[in-house]
């Protein structure tokens, strides 16, 4: 009887992973954040590396939920200018927190 009930749930497991890989939406590996947050300005477009901080980092670093998607952590309102809230509350604070290089230079970003 036991075993029987491991062997379904190994089954279930097997069954359902790839169901679940399919569900999971990891959302575009580049992000024109001008765009998709109409930002005005004079700056080069800041075209996000998406994927490339999935790779490294959890999605809740970055999403309310901790399966990514949906809402960001950071409340951006102020949208232009040098202190803008996605140098001030979003982008800058981790990069110096884990001293990514180049990570507040201004042409690592905006190109
Ligand atoms: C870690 C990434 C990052 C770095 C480094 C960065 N920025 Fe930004 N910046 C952004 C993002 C994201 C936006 C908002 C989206 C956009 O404008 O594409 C933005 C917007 C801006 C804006 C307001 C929009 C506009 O076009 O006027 C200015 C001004 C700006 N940045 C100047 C700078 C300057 C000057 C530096 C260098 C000291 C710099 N940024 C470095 C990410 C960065
Ligand atoms: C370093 C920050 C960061 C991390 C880490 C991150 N994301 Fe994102 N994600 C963003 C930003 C910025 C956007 C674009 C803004 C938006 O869509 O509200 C976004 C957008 C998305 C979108 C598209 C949402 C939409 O409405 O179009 C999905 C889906 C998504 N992320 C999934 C994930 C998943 C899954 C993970 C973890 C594997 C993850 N993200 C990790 C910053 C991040
Ligand atoms: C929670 C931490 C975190 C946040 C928030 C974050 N980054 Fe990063 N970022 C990293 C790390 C870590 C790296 C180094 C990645 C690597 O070495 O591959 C990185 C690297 C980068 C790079 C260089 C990628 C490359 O090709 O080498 C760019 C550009 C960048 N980030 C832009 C942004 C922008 C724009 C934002 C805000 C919208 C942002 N990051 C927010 C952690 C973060």
Redesign the pocket.
């Known amino acids: 009887m036991k075993k029987r009930c491991f062997i379904s749930v190994l089954a279930g497991v097997f069954l359902l992973a790839p169901l679940v890989a399919m569900a999971t939406d990891n959302g575009p590996e580049i992000i024109d ?1 001008k765009e998709k947050f109409k930002v005005e300005g004079k700056r080069k477009a ?1 075209n ?2 998406h994927r ?2 999935q ?3 959890e999605c809740s ?2 999403h309310q939920d901790p399966k990514g998607g949906g809402k960001l952590k950071f409340e951006l309102v102020n949208l232009t200018g040098n202190k803008n809230d ?1 140098h001030k509350k ?2 800058w ?3 110096v ?2 001293k ?4 507040k230079s201004c042409s ?2 905006h190109k």
């Open positions: 954040l800041v996000f590396p490339k901080h790779d490294k980092l670093s970055c996605f979003f982008c604070p981790c990069h927190e884990m990514v290089p180049r990570g690592n970003c």
